[in-house]
């Protein structure tokens, strides 16, 4: 009896998906905390296909990996986070375009 699991292609192509709308929205929004969302669904992206290829190939490796991307992933929300409260205490704007970290 054929299992009922979706293949393994499926779960890459929604890793390419999210992957995708992370990296548009990193190019086009002009929020920083949006473009610190968005590089979020771009590291859970590496971890879904992470995941998928440690699966196809019976390899724990993979699996392992992700944790280490989770760890990195949630450095970098607690620094980046504290980094736009700071400059929106400073300045009172996120907008990533009107920032520049020289003249302040």
């Known amino acids: 009896m054929e299992s009922l699991a979706p293949n393994a292609f499926s779960y890459l ?3 390419i998906v999210m992957f995708a709308i ?11 905390i949006v473009v610190f969302m968005c590089i979020e669904l771009m590291l859970n992206a590496v971890n879904l296909s992470l995941v998928t290829f440690s699966r196809m190939h ?6 392992m990996l992700v944790f280490f991307v989770m760890c990195v992933a949630a450095a970098e929300a607690v620094v980046g986070l504290s980094i736009i409260i700071a400059l929106f205490r400073n300045k009172l704007d996120i907008d990533i375009n009107n920032l520049n970290i020289f003249k302040w």
């Open 58 to 63: 019976n390899d724990p490796t993979g699996s």
């Open 13 to 15: 192509a929604v890793s």
């Open 22 to 32: 992370g990296t548009i929205g990193v190019m086009t929004r002009r929020n920083g």
